[in-house]
């Protein structure tokens, strides 16, 4: 089976970087991606990294090492409305299965 | 395009009653996806469809589910009969691309009394 491992909490005061760490562990990988859902929302779709390295989208990058089983999501220059979970999840197995991680409450400080 | 489009937006039922929920995926998706949402398992895929052809289904809980989808343009989820443990938010989502980049609709949040 898959499983993925996030920090459940994390805390950043507005303006601010913060990286949200996420390791898996599965079989027939093939990509990492990001999701932000906002309490009493549905997720949104923010990044898939299926190679190596750094993906940036405006504040927010998403990093991956295969070799590593690890991937990471930073968000710069943070603002109130980035307070949300973010959910890390692994598309894997021969069916292509996207699992999601248990996700990261951030709470931006003002 | 409106989105992924979920009803009801709120079921409230007793235990026993059958409960149908609706998806309409967004136009030209060939994949859709029902997940459900609690608070102790996180988010779960139920089942996975491409081409209105089920492709993973592992993760229905049991024979009381079932989903179908007659087409491209609309599938359900049917819990029957229905039970507490069945409440969750009830999410479905579709995408061009697999998994790589899904669409959420807003959910169905489910109270089984």
């Known amino acids: 089976g898959q499983s993925l491992e996030q920090p459940s909490e994390v805390t950043a005061v507005e303006g601010a970087i913060v990286q949200i760490n996420c390791t898996y562990q599965?079989?027939?990988?093939?990509?990492l991606s990001w999701y932000q859902q906002h309490d009493g929302g549905a997720p949104t779709f923010l990044s898939y990294n299926a190679l190596d390295g750094l993906e940036e989208t405006g504040r927010f990058s998403s990093f991956l090492s295969r070799s590593d089983s690890y991937g990471y999501l930073l968000l710069q220059e943070l603002q109130m409305k980035d307070s949300a979970s973010y959910f890390c999840?692994?598309?894997?197995?021969?069916?292509?299965?996207?699992?999601f991680g248990s996700g990261t409450q951030l709470t931006v400080l003002p | 395009d409106a989105g992924v489009i979920q009803s009801p937006r709120h079921e409230v039922t007793e235990m026993g009653q059958e409960v149908t929920l609706r998806c309409k995926p967004i136009s030209g998706h060939d994949y859709l996806f029902w997940y459900r949402q609690t608070m102790m398992r996180g988010l779960e895929l139920l089942i996975y469809f491409n081409n209105n052809v089920p492709i993973d289904d592992s993760g229905m809980p049991e024979d009381r589910f079932s989903a179908k989808m007659p087409n491209a343009s609309f599938s359900t989820l049917k819990i029957q009969p229905s039970e507490p443990r069945d409440s969750a938010v009830y999410f479905c989502a579709s995408s061009e691309r697999g998994n790589e980049k899904l669409f959420f609709g807003s959910g169905t949040q489910l109270s089984v009394l």
């Open positions: 999840a692994v598309t894997s197995g021969s069916a292509r299965q996207l699992t």
């Open positions: 599965t079989s027939g990988f093939y990509g």
